[in-house]
Nanobody
Framework: QVQLVESGGGSVQAGGSLRLSCVPF????????MGWFRQNSTTQREWVSS???????TYADSVKGRFIISRDFPKAIVTLQMNDLKPEDTGVYYC??????????????????WGQGTQVTVSS
């Protein structure tokens, strides 16, 4: 069983940057699609970005051009570089592991392992 641990959250002003990291403990995650989701008090948990085992990255329209997802294959660490942050980016960010190597969908139901989340707060 894998345990995903996120870090890097915090509070920044609009326009600032944060870098989130997701470290897997237990069984590795190099052979799986990895994703980031976020949730705040007014929204359901929504997909933000995914990266396949081949390194193919996809992004939600709301973060495209501002966020960059990457993965370190030897260490299986997945990072999310968040630039030009906006107040609407505020929320708890979750790292998740899909059950396949390809990121065939962004449905939460296809991601079987989740971290505890890290809080990101962006003030205007």
């Amino acid at each position: 069983q894998v345990q995903l641990v996120e870090s890097g959250g915090g509070s920044v002003q609009a326009g600032g940057s944060l870098r989130l990291s997701c470290v897997p403990f237990g069984s590795g995650s190099t052979g799986y699609c990895m994703g980031w989701f976020r949730q705040n008090s007014t929204t359901q948990r929504e997909w933000v970005s995914s990266i396949s085992t081949q390194g193919t990255a996809t992004y939600a329209d709301s973060v495209k051009g501002r966020f960059i997802i990457s993965r370190d294959f030897p260490k299986a660490i997945v990072t999310l570089q968040m630039n030009d942050l906006k107040p609407e980016d505020t929320g708890v960010y979750y790292c998740a592991r899909r059950f396949t190597g390809a990121c065939l969908s962004n449905s939460r139901d296809d991601f079987l392992n989740w971290g505890q989340g890290t809080q990101v707060t962006v003030s205007s």
